[in-house]
């Protein structure tokens, strides 16, 4: 499947160096990780073992270096559009990973997911069905997609983040 994911640019020196990067909790902000615990544990339903780790997030289409995927970057990453310094920190990666391997789920609701986790909503739960269209909208990057850990051999490019041009 093809995917693709922003990392800073650190994870891509440890990916080049080691060969492939697993998830670390003491990288999640703890007040999300019951949603991630979340995601893992539908990963392992679905046999995709996460090996008790965070996974990463891609998302479900190749790297088209356009705005669409700076603007979904600077969403996740939360950077300033006025101040394109830090985007110098990361990396688009364009990767091919095994259909086995990725286990798809619709962002706009692990968004509405993960508001109710940050709320303390108890019976917060996800929605893990996908609307057809969330695979089609050229506008938007509906379906997300984790994986358990990334390797240096799934990588097919790598550029820079740029920030996007415009609104």
Do not use: K
């Not at 909503?121 to 089609?136: G, P, Q, T, V």
């Not at 790598?158 to 041009?165: N, Q, S, Y």
Request: hydrophobic fraction near 45%.
């Amino acid at each position: 499947m093809r995917l693709w994911t922003v990392q800073p640019r650190a994870a891509l020196t440890r990916l080049r160096a080691d060969g492939e990067l697993t998830g670390a909790w003491e990288r999640v902000d703890p007040a999300w990780r019951p949603a991630y615990e979340a995601m893992v544990a539908r990963m392992e339903a679905r046999g995709v073992s996460c090996a008790g780790r965070p996974p990463f997030w891609a998302w479900a289409a190749p790297d088209t270096a356009d705005d669409r995927v700076a603007w979904t970057a600077v969403l996740l990453v939360g950077l300033d559009t006025d101040d394109p310094g830090p985007f110098a920190g990361y990396r688009v990666l364009d990767l091919e990973i095994a259909d086995e391997l990725v286990v798809l789920s619709s962002y706009p609701r692990w968004n509405t997911f993960l508001d109710d986790v940050l709320m303390g909503e108890e019976s917060a739960a996800m929605d893990w069905s996908i609307d057809a269209d969330e695979f089609h909208d050229p506008d938007q990057m509906g379906v997300q997609a984790c994986v358990p850990r990334l390797r240096a051999d799934w990588v097919l490019g790598c550029r820079p983040l740029t920030a996007p041009l415009g609104d």
